[in-house]
């Protein structure tokens, strides 16, 4: 089975500062990835994803994440947080060796003080 | 308006008592999953269904069970031999591509404390 890692478990910015959360996986083949957010009360919602081309992907919000294969990893960065940026953040893996079996890592928890 | 629902969004049970919760889509999706998210755990795969009739066990089905009649339709039964039910369920959404271009979409989830 593949597994997801994210290392930053809870991270603590201040408005304005950049940021980089940590995402790396253990399959070697070809695969999907994925970044999701979920806010305080509110469902997981799709931030970016990557199947193939550009391996920097930009999202909402002004959110971008860069696959690196050589290095299995999937960061996801933001050169300037806001307040409102204070959510939950879960990389996720998928590919056609596992079919519509997708791998969550166990999230980070980002808090931005005004 | 489309999307997933899922139904209630906080739901109390005696301990011993079966459970079972609602999820609902209209994205005409054919893939179907259950989760359970827990602090510090992230998301764990309960079950997913790729058809209707057919579904499989994900990472952590013990305790669980569940159907897919219809393909709008994949409720979750907690059973009582879930040794520790009280958790976040997440019921989630996908066209079911086979995984080369397929993304998921989440319900609100239900938060399940068994008393």
């Known amino acids: 089975a593949q597994s997801v890692s994210q290392h930053n478990h809870h991270v603590i910015l201040s408005e304005a500062a950049s940021l980089e959360l940590g995402c790396n996986y253990s399959y070697g083949g070809t695969v999907n990835l994925f970044w999701y957010v979920q806010y305080p009360g509110q469902h997981l919602q799709l931030l970016l994803k990557?199947?193939?081309?550009?391996?920097l992907v930009k999202g909402i919000k002004g959110f971008e994440a860069e696959f690196i294969k050589s290095k299995f990893s999937f960061n996801l960065r933001k050169p300037s947080v806001q307040w409102s940026d204070t959510a939950e953040y879960f990389c996720?893996?998928?590919?056609?060796?596992?079919?519509?079996?997708?791998?969550f890592g166990t999230g980070t928890s980002l808090t931005v003080i005004p | 308006d489309g999307g997933i629902t899922q139904s209630p969004k906080y739901l109390f049970r005696k301990e011993g008592q079966n459970v079972t919760l609602s999820c609902e889509q209209n994205l005409n999706h054919d893939a179907m999953y259950w989760y359970r998210q827990d602090p510090g755990q992230g998301l764990r795969l309960i079950y997913y269904?790729?058809?209707?009739?057919?579904?499989q066990k994900g990472d952590i089905a013990e305790g669980y069970s569940v159907s897919r009649e219809k393909k709008e339709s994949f409720p979750l039964t907690v059973t009582s031999a879930q040794k520790n039910p009280t958790a976040f369920y997440l019921c989630?959404?996908?066209?079911?591509?086979?995984?080369?271009?397929?993304?998921?979409?989440f319900g609100p989830g239900t938060r399940l404390t068994v008393l």
């Open positions: 989630a959404s996908s066209r079911g591509s086979g995984g080369s271009t397929d993304t998921q979409y």
């Open positions: 269904s790729q058809i209707v009739n057919d579904f």
């Open positions: 996720a893996v998928n590919s056609g060796d596992t079919g519509n079996q997708f791998y």
């Open positions: 990557y199947f193939s081309g550009d391996p």
